[in-house]
T-cell receptor, first 117, second 111 residues
């Protein structure tokens, strides 16, 4: 059983298109994340949701819109795709412990490689 | 100054040697520290976590933390070619829900 799954694994599309990436976790975690890893392998956080509420929204163009229909799912919709959006997008999840204890391990999905032509 | 700094490498060590990976961080409020390993084309996976000053050992891996110096390191003893990967350091500050990743150090273990 895959703990954190993402679809699709690969996404090749033209500039200007709109696309979505889906993420699901079956670990019962309450916090989910989207990261972008560029060609230099730098892993940068984009968004985080805790109990379906947006808690982290880094400096990301508003063409990117996350949606969390429930605690187990966090989707990422991207409008008007640009060349610079080409990267690997990772979903992750963890269980927060309310600041009284170290956080649980963060588990990553397999990644979605997005190529914008 | 970057929030988390790591030498990008590659760090090349012969098989059987000790590999030493270093990480410095700028947020003094960071309380938990995680080391992830990422093979090429794969997702990061947790190697070790450390929360208190000092050393923590797990098999061939030892994490070392010095909060006063804002420094955390990972030692890999008896390095194997299968340890060749990029190692990412990620401090975490409670209440922020945010793991801040370094740029990673690429390790190459030569057979």
């Amino acid at each position: 059983d895959t703990a954190v799954s993402q679809t699709p694994k690969y996404l090749v599309t033209q500039m200007g298109n709109d696309k979505s990436i889906k993420c699901e976790q079956n670990l019962g975690h309450d916090t989910m994340y989207w990261y972008k890893q560029d060609s230099k392998k730098f892993l940068k956080i984009m968004f985080s949701y805790n109990n379906k509420e947006l808690i982290i929204n880094e400096t990301v163009p508003n063409r990117f819109s996350p949606k969390s229909p429930d605690k187990a799912h966090l989707n990422l919709h991207i409008n008007s795709l640009e060349l610079g959006d080409s990267a690997v997008y990772f979903c992750a999840s963890s269980q927060d412990r309310g600041g009284r204890a170290p956080p649980d391990t963060q588990y990553f999905g397999p990644g979605t490689r997005l190529t914008v032509l | 100054q970057k929030e988390v700094e790591q030498n990008s490498g590659p760090l090349s060590v012969p098989e059987g040697a000790i590999a030493s990976l270093n990480c410095t961080y700028s947020d003094r409020g960071s309380q938990s520290f995680f080391w992830y390993r990422q093979y090429s084309g794969k997702s990061p996976e947790l190697i070790m976590s450390i929360y208190s000053n000092g050393d923590k050992e797990d098999g061939r891996f030892t994490a070392q933390l010095n909060k006063a110096s804002q420094y955390v390191s990972l030692l890999i003893r008896d390095s194997q070619p299968s340890d060749s990967a990029t190692y990412l350091c990620a401090p975490y500050t409670s209440g922020t829900y945010k793991y801040i990743f370094g740029t990673g150090t690429r390790l190459k273990v030569l057979a």
